[in-house]
């Protein structure tokens, strides 16, 4: 089974078309060939398992690239460095470029931590740094305020101010959240006030202990419905202050899901945001998701937002330093947006897609791959009003949970439906907010982007939302959540399908049943209450 999985994942690397364009008429590889490039939050889906893959198979003349890693879960970064590698996502660079570890050197670093938790040598060796990409960020909707803060901005000061030493730095790109600025129903491509100063909240953080952050936690948060969002709103602003004299930029990337095309159609590794919705119901586990479904759901594939972040990198103005620090220095009436450009990366602007499509379209493509990981049948429905979610929470998660996890107790296994609807209702929660709320956002910067590239360019780093098929693209997502996500092999639709038809029996079996159930309770209730007054 592994071997003809294997042979499947062969496939879908074929189907991702490796360009046989020339290098010399890229303008963006030919700007990064010998240049020194840092990557922040390395070990994340964007950093290590896309970005760095996608530079250095696109971008073979690249020179150095630092990657920023830290210890985690018992491993320390090194033992992180070398498993990484080991992903899938990797094999096409394997196969195109076999000597590309030989460019990547591990820096050891924790934006948790003061001075970004790097050493001296470390710091010395990353001053020939060429361009920044800042992704790193603690991207927990319930994270606590100071780790929050201490990653996604006091941690984004430290490395502006870092890049200001380094003398032949050309470009910072920043990745934010296009759900930054959520407060707003208009999103532009521009700079808003920050819910709170930079300076001003890392003050808060020296002074107040952890009790005392904890109780003003909401006050501070106000009208952003999470602490993500919220430090991102206030990293935007600190990108906006600190980045005097150097050549930088904003990437706002709306939802991410799975990649579209490179370097493998459909791969994901998490199940985050809007593909935990489609994990879930496939599993037959979600069945009532808190969603307007006429409203757009603002989803962009994981290699079309990197596509732009590359891009991103190429295209700000490359003026020296004592130019830029002139403008910022004189005041002169340079808008800050072209000083530092900001791209909304959203679909809904020219490539709309509904909730209930995107329902749709998951349900139609995962029944035709059927895995035998799948609890229940499907069924999802999108409730508009809050109440009538919450009751259906009760009937189709709470109850049948209940019952399930007694039978479990009884037949001596662990109880664990309760716990696991618990989880399911907590992320309910989170992605009610962007699930029933409707945005319009602007991306002018992001085409002029695009209309800035050149014919091979285009087909080498294609962020172009407008000609991409949700129809296909849900079509590999589908096969890669059965592959990545439910690691099920492509050689086992058969008994997915077998075990598909009986769970709809089932299912539809207790649809009928259980009505006629209820109204014999009912019936017999009723009697035993007459029968009493009699």
Same mark, same amino acid.
């Given at each position: ?69 830290? #210890?985690? &879960? ?33 820096? =050891? ?11 001296? $040598?470390?710091?010395?060796?990353? !001053? ?24 996604? /901005?006091? #941690? ?8 200001? =030493? ?95 095309? $490179? ?9 985050? #945001? ?9 599993? #037959? ?8 479904? =006429? ?23 490359? $003026? ?17 947006? =072209? ?20 329902? &749709? ?7 035709? !791959? ?43 296994? &662990? ?6 609807? &618990? ?35 285009? $087909? ?62 009912? /019936? ?11």
């Amino acid at each position: 089974m592994i071997q003809k999985n294997k042979d499947y994942i062969d496939e879908l690397l074929d189907m991702s078309d490796p360009r046989n364009t020339s290098n010399c008429s890229s303008e963006v590889i030919q700007y990064y060939t010998g240049r020194n490039v840092l990557i922040t939050g390395g070990s994340g889906f964007f950093g290590i398992l896309l970005l760095i893959e996608r530079l250095l198979r696109c971008c073979p003349g690249i020179g150095k690239m630092y990657i920023c890693m830290k #210890g985690k &879960k018992g491993k320390s970064a090194e033992e992180r460095f070398k498993e990484h590698f080991d992903c899938v996502v990797y094999d096409r660079l394997k196969k195109e470029q076999p000597d590309f570890i030989t460019k990547v050197i591990m820096i =050891e670093a924790d934006f948790s931590e003061a001075n970004l938790g790097l050493s001296s $040598e470390n710091r010395k060796h990353l !001053l020939d740094t060429n361009i920044i990409f800042h992704l790193a960020a603690s991207v927990r909707f319930n994270d606590t305020i100071r780790n929050a803060v201490h990653v996604n /901005v006091r #941690g984004n000061k430290e490395i502006l101010l870092f890049a200001r =030493e380094m003398p032949n730095l050309e470009a910072f790109v920043y990745t934010s959240t296009a759900f930054s600025q959520c407060v707003n129903n208009f999103i532009d491509e521009k700079y808003y006030s920050p819910p709170l100063e930079t300076d001003k909240i890392l003050t808060l953080l020296n002074v107040l202990d952890d009790e005392m952050l904890n109780k003003i936690t909401p006050t501070l948060v106000g009208e952003w419905p999470n602490i993500y969002v919220y430090t991102k709103a206030i990293a935007e602003d600190t990108v906006r202050q600190y980045s005097v004299g150097l050549s930088a930029c904003i990437i706002r990337p709306s939802i991410v899901t799975s990649t579209a095309k $490179e370097p493998i159609p459909g791969w994901i590794n998490n199940i985050y #945001g809007a593909v935990g919705v489609i994990v879930g119901s496939s599993m #037959g586990l979600l069945r009532t998701l808190h969603c307007i479904p =006429e409203n757009t759901a603002e989803i962009m594939p994981a290699d079309y937002v990197i596509a732009n972040i590359i891009v991103a990198g190429w295209a700000p103005p490359k $003026e020296s330093k004592d130019t830029l620090l002139s403008i910022d220095n004189k005041n002169l009436n340079v808008p800050e947006t =072209e000083r530092i450009p900001i791209y909304n990366c959203v679909s809904s602007t020219q490539n709309p897609i509904t909730w209930e499509r995107f329902m &749709k379209l998951s349900e139609k493509y995962g029944k035709r !791959l059927p895995s035998t990981k799948y609890i229940w049948y499907y069924m999802l429905t999108l409730n508009r009003y809050r109440f009538m979610h919450e009751i259906y929470v009760i009937f189709l998660h709470t109850i049948p949970g209940a019952i399930f996890d007694i039978l479990a107790f009884l037949m001596g296994r &662990k109880p664990m439906l309760l716990k696991t609807y &618990k989880k399911i209702h907590i992320f309910c929660d989170v992605i009610s907010y962007f699930s029933t709320r409707q945005w319009q956002f602007r991306n002018d910067s992001v085409i002029r982007l695009w209309d800035s590239l050149n014919q091979t360019d285009r $087909e080498i780093f294609d962020f172009n939302i407008l000609d991409l098929s949700w129809k296909e693209y849900f079509k590999n997502l589908m096969v890669g959540l059965r592959i990545y996500i439910a690691k099920d092999p492509m050689d086992n639709l058969k008994e997915g399908a077998a075990k598909l038809k009986k769970l709809k029996i089932a299912h539809y079996t207790l649809l009928t049943t259980s009505p006629i159930l209820l109204i014999w309770v009912i /019936v017999n209730i009723v009697t035993f209450i007459i029968s009493f007054f009699k």
